[in-house]
């Protein structure tokens, strides 16, 4: 059965919002309007995480608050707060109060699903740290999904799994099975070759392909050891089915943090999205963005809209010369698209706009102008400074990292910080400090961006501290359980000797 989320926001476009990103992790999303809809709810229904909006009417997100922690049964389940950037010492209240995080307002699908990630796993090590016996390493997976219409070779594996106290859950065929995966979560899919509609390996790809099961280990059913990476002959003996999957299931399990490294890693460049026709243009903004950016390439506004939704990018730089008929018409129906999301627009030119245009643009939501004379060998510079990005300086020395924090405000320098720490990570470095030194003042989001690294240093066997002296600073680590743990120094020597 699928876990809920319940969702307690009187604005609808944030509930829209919510319900999409919660629909595609493949939790069930209930969403009301109001705290008291929030409590009636709860009062017949089990969830297993709420996210809570701070200012509603009647009954505010306070209010609720106090209520779900002054009950028994729904005391322990996680919360989260939604809040505006400007509700700084509110968020510290709901937090004091039993709130797990929060989320800043406007937000992204991305950073929502980012941060239910987040919550559900700390909550997940939490209830396994306050089991009475510590867990020991799963042999053997819970659950199998059979997908197969041989009734012979189900009968088979109903025997074996169950003799070895293995879960299945059996699909008569392609398109059952894929129904299946969108309400369960079976540890080990195998598929057999010969199925309706889609083949086997059809169906593998299939899984491959979605975002939301492409971790879920296969293995497949034939004689030919080349239609699947793994495989299970369907005339093997008991002996050697159980031995494979123990084999693909301890080896998934040892390369779990290594997966999980590697897709924080994978964020380690900003994502921009450029709506260009001009061949010329786009390939030149190619090459000069290479490796600082990933860059989408979208020709119409219908390819915009998609990958707005479903790539979620950081910016969307549109070259001016290509739109400049309708180029406030296509912001305005990415605008509709994203239902408020704040991603920032960019209009990109090589050749002069005119002042009627830059006049208009003030009062619409393009966030700047970009504009840049003929092939200039500085439009990584340029794009640095209009976005807004590159705001830290890495210096490599024998086992340690030190990136300092440049004095910008600009919150996303935390989330470059730790894209840093991945790509050092991958090159096997282990001892990292984070130079606040220059910085006066650090924002919730900033801190939201930390957090990441700062709660997985145990699970990524790094150790990790702050130089910082700045008051304001200090206070922003201590105030926040994603960063509360971390070491904080005022003067590089400390830090060394704590990293020796």
Not at 239 to 246: D, K
Not at 331 to 346: A, D, M, R, S, V
Not at 430 to 455: A, C, H, P, W
Request: a negative charge; glycine letters at 4%; aromatic letters at 8%.
């Amino acid at each position: 059965m699928r876990q809920t989320i319940l969702t307690i926001d009187d604005d609808p476009v944030v509930r829209k919002l919510v319900n999409k990103a919660v629909q595609g992790m493949g939790y069930n999303s209930i969403e009301v309007s109001s705290g008291l809809e929030g409590l009636h709810y709860l009062e017949k229904h089990s969830v297993q995480l709420i996210l809570l909006d701070i200012m509603m009417p009647i009954l505010d997100g306070f209010e609720v608050l106090k209520k779900i922690k002054k009950h028994r049964e729904w005391r322990a389940i996680p919360l989260m707060m939604f809040s505006a950037v400007s509700d700084e010492h509110k968020v510290k209240e709901a937090l004091d109060m039993g709130a797990n995080n929060y989320i800043l307002k406007p937000f992204r699908l991305r950073t929502i699903q980012e941060k239910i990630v987040d919550v559900l796993e700390n909550e997940s090590k939490k209830n396994a740290n306050n089991s009475p016996t510590p867990k020991k390493r799963k042999v053997l997976p819970d659950s199998v999904m059979l997908v197969t219409l041989n009734s012979s070779i189900q009968d088979q594996f109903n025997k074996l799994l169950r003799k070895h106290s293995i879960k299945i859950l059996h699909a008569k065929g392609a398109i059952e099975g894929l129904l299946l995966l969108q309400s369960s979560s079976p540890d080990i899919i195998i598929i057999d070759k010969n199925l309706r509609v889609f083949s086997g390996e059809e169906f593998e790809t299939k899984v491959r392909n979605n975002p939301l099961w492409n971790q879920i280990p296969t293995i497949g059913l034939s004689d030919s050891p080349g239609d699947f990476e793994n495989i299970i002959s369907p005339s093997g003996t008991d002996q050697n089915i159980i031995q494979t999957i123990l084999n693909l299931w301890q080896r998934t399990q040892t390369e779990s943090m290594d997966v999980k490294s590697e897709e924080l890693a994978e964020e380690s460049n900003y994502r921009l999205l450029f709506l260009g026709k001009s061949a010329d243009t786009v390939k030149w903004f190619q090459q000069g963005t290479k490796g600082a950016f990933e860059v989408q390439i979208v020709e119409t506004e219908a390819q915009l809209v998609g990958d707005l939704l479903t790539w979620q990018p950081d910016f969307v730089v549109i070259n001016y010369p290509d739109y400049e008929d309708k180029i406030f018409e296509i912001i305005k129906q990415g605008q509709e698209t994203l239902l408020g999301q704040n991603i920032p627009y960019f209009l990109f030119s090589q050749e002069e706009i005119p002042k009627t245009t830059l006049h208009k643009i003030k009062s619409s939501a393009i966030q700047d102008v970009i504009q840049i004379a003929g092939d200039d060998s500085n439009l990584l510079n340029l794009l640095d400074d209009k976005l807004g990005v590159n705001l830290v300086d890495e210096q490599n020395e024998p086992d340690l990292v030190v990136l300092k924090r440049k004095s910008a405000d600009n919150p996303v320098a935390g989330r470059e910080m730790i894209h840093r720490v991945m790509k050092n990570i991958q090159r096997e470095q282990t001892n990292f400090v984070l130079d606040f030194s220059e910085v006066t003042k650090m924002s919730f989001e900033e801190i939201q961006y930390l957090g990441r690294i700062v709660n997985n240093r145990t699970r990524l066997g790094i150790k990790v501290c702050v130089v910082a002296n700045a008051q304001q600073v200090i206070n922003s680590f201590n105030t926040f359980e994603e960063t509360r743990g971390v070491k904080i120094f005022q003067t590089f020597p400390e830090a060394y000797d704590y990293l020796k």
